[in-house]
């Protein structure tokens, strides 16, 4: 997880949500699966989600970020 602190964010990457190499067990979209959530560092309440892919079959996390 990252902050920017001068927005008031925190950005979570969010992995799978089940098994990574067979899709047929998940039903419906995987709403907060695979995605980069942003969360409102004082409440904790999501701002915003960007889902990259609905069914993750190759195990492709989202990256952790880097440090400067």
């Not at 950005?11 to 799978?16: D, E, H, M, Y």
């Not at 889902?51 to 996390?61: K, L, V």
């Amino acid at each position: 997880m990252t902050v920017d602190e001068e927005r008031g964010l925190l950005f979570a990457p969010i992995g799978s949500a089940t098994f990574d190499f067979w899709g047929g067990d998940r039903a419906g979209d995987n709403l907060y699966a695979n995605c980069l959530v942003a969360l409102d560092a004082a409440t904790g309440r999501k701002v915003w989600h960007f889902q990259f892919t609905r069914h993750d079959m190759w195990d492709r996390d989202p990256p952790a970020p880097r440090r400067s």
